[in-house]
């Protein structure tokens, strides 16, 4: 579905599924009224996936070529940089667009239990994890998730 008029756009969120989408809203449920950027204290959830833009250097966290096609690589990208001590803004009255695109071989091979795509990719994001930490000595992020606050 896409939306016709500004006034029918609405946030980003992961599946329709809006606990997905972090940084939206205030504890108590209000909305958030900013005009400045400001800081992102923690993911609700792993599986979150923010577009984000960065400076490019040669310091800056690249995609991991361990995860091709479907499944965890913009996730293992977000967590590398959480991991690297990284803070997220969100940036009032900026906004990008994201273009449909007809479901990849990848995707439909995560999709179907019998090729171990997705497990091999979950097992693959783990033991990514466990060696981001150590490398990080990251006990701690600057952008935790919300449950580890």
């Not at 499944?71 to 969100?90: D, E, P, W």
């Not at 695109?101 to 994001?125: P, V």
């Not at 150590?134 to 600057?142: G, P």
Request: aromatic share 12%.
């Amino acid at each position: 579905h896409f939306a016709q008029t500004r006034e029918n756009a609405g946030p980003f969120t992961v599946c329709g599924r809006p606990e997905l989408t972090p940084a939206q809203t205030l504890e108590n449920g209000s909305r958030v009224k900013a005009y400045r950027p400001y800081k992102i204290p923690c993911f609700d959830h792993i599986k979150y996936e923010p577009y984000v833009a960065l400076k490019k250097s040669d310091s800056t966290p690249a995609y991991s070529e361990q995860f091709q096609g479907y499944g965890k690589n913009k996730i293992q990208h977000i967590t590398h940089l959480r991991l690297a001590g990284y803070t997220f803004l969100v940036v009032p009255g900026a906004f990008l667009l994201h273009m449909p695109h007809r479901e990849s071989r990848s995707k439909e091979d995560w999709r179907d239990n019998s090729t171990g795509k997705q497990q091999e990719m979950n097992e693959l994001y783990k033991t990514f994890t466990k060696e981001l930490r150590q490398h990080y000595n990251a006990t701690a992020t600057a952008t935790p998730l919300c449950a580890e606050g």
